[in-house]
């Protein structure tokens, strides 16, 4: 096992598995060895030159860059010696780097991960509402790491860990440790119990509503509102159908793919959303989701047949 010195304090680096050094280009896997590291709290991925291997520091910050974008997560080079002038040639082009028990060049991964008590959460998050939602709904495993959910969600390693502090702070789930210091987000198994301890917690995923003519390919988006309910119940359709999409591609897309937006009528309503849809049954979001954005609606009939579609889940 290796260990190296930050600071004065020892850390733990991880080797990687061969499946995961298979994901970048052959010179690099066989010019470094490749460890993960968790330094406070943050997940990152650690490059040791294979002895007698050299690389300039502008080389370095290539790699570090082409690496950021295969695992997500941020580049630290472990280096044996260093000189002077790439010492400060890697600090300029602000490439991470350690020198066991010497030098650290790690002022971004400070600022991100500095020890700052957390305020403490009143409500979930978007990314921590996508998570407990998808965790009740079956579509995605309990017990997992942020690093495992960058695999199998739309969110990055960091937003994850955010995520974690938020439904830990909640009570919600609880973070464990395995032998390799990676945090794991635990779960309780009885999901129609944890469903309503989380119930005051939860946000309504509209953040806006918001009307059209016209959609150009409108079957690439989510049925939502009383369209995804008539999909999932018994209720009958709205003659004007309602469209779920998330805020990021709003801002991408609504001059592209949307005509006549106003905030009153149309042919459309576009319910913009704070997180990306939850992959449920075929073009429709996920029920939960579907519930909290109906929550406002006091149609008795729609309350009828949110409680009932609720009550299938579990």
């Given at each position: 096992m ?7 304090k020892?850390?733990t680096?991880t080797?990687f598995?061969?499946e995961?050094?298979?994901m970048?280009w052959?010179?690099a ?8 590291l968790?330094y406070?709290g ?5 490059l040791?030159?294979?002895?007698g ?10 790699i570090?860059?082409?690496m ?12 044996n ?19 066991s028990?010497k030098?650290?060049?790690?002022p971004n991964?400070?600022?991100?991960t500095r020890?700052i008590e957390p ?7 978007p990314?921590?509402?996508?998570i407990?939602l998808?965790y ?5 495993p309990?017990n ?9 969600t739309p969110f990055?390693?960091?937003t994850l860990?955010r995520?974690?502090r938020v439904?830990?702070?909640?009570n919600?789930c609880?973070?464990e440790s395995d032998?390799?210091?990676y ?11 944890l ?6 917690y939860?946000?309504s995923?509209v953040?806006?509503?918001v009307?059209?003519d016209e959609?150009a390919?409108?079957?690439?988006y ?10 999932y119940?018994?209720?009958?359709p709205e003659e004007?159908?309602t469209?779920?999409i ?13 005509a006549?937006i106003?905030?009153y009528e ?9 997180y990306?849809?939850i992959?449920d049954?075929g073009?429709?979001v996920?029920?939960?989701?579907l519930?909290?954005s109906?929550q406002d609606d ?11 579609m ?5």
């Amino acid at each position: 096992m290796k260990t190296i010195s930050i600071a004065g304090k020892e850390y733990t680096l991880t080797a990687f598995e061969e499946e995961k050094k298979r994901m970048v280009w052959v010179e690099a896997r066989i010019s470094f060895n490749f460890y993960s590291l968790e330094y406070k709290g943050m997940l990152v991925v650690v490059l040791e030159p294979k002895d007698g291997i050299h690389f300039s520091p502008r080389q370095l910050r290539l790699i570090a860059q082409r690496m950021t974008e295969i695992y997500k997560l941020p580049i630290v080079f472990l280096l044996n010696n260093i000189r002077y002038t790439d010492r400060n040639r890697l600090i300029e082009q602000d490439v991470f780097f350690v020198v066991s028990g010497k030098y650290v060049f790690l002022p971004n991964l400070l600022i991100m991960t500095r020890d700052i008590e957390p305020r403490l959460a009143t409500v979930l998050s978007p990314v921590a509402q996508w998570i407990l939602l998808a965790y009740l709904q079956g579509k995605i495993p309990n017990n997992q790491t942020a690093d495992e959910l960058t695999q199998t969600t739309p969110f990055q390693y960091v937003t994850l860990t955010r995520a974690f502090r938020v439904l830990e702070s909640l009570n919600l789930c609880h973070i464990e440790s395995d032998e390799a210091r990676y945090k794991h987000a635990v779960f309780e198994e009885d999901r129609h119990s944890l469903f309503n301890a989380a119930k005051p917690y939860m946000i309504s995923p509209v953040r806006e509503r918001v009307y059209c003519d016209e959609v150009a390919n409108a079957t690439q988006y989510k049925q939502a509102g009383i369209s995804a309910l008539a999909h999932y119940t018994a209720l009958n359709p709205e003659e004007m159908q309602t469209i779920a999409i998330p805020v990021t591609q709003w801002r991408k897309r609504q001059e592209k793919d949307f005509a006549g937006i106003n905030p009153y009528e149309g042919n459309y309503c576009v319910e913009i959303w704070k997180y990306e849809p939850i992959c449920d049954d075929g073009n429709a979001v996920d029920k939960l989701s579907l519930a909290l954005s109906l929550q406002d609606d006091h149609d008795p009939r729609v309350e009828k047949e949110v409680s009932q579609m609720i009550e299938q889940i579990w």
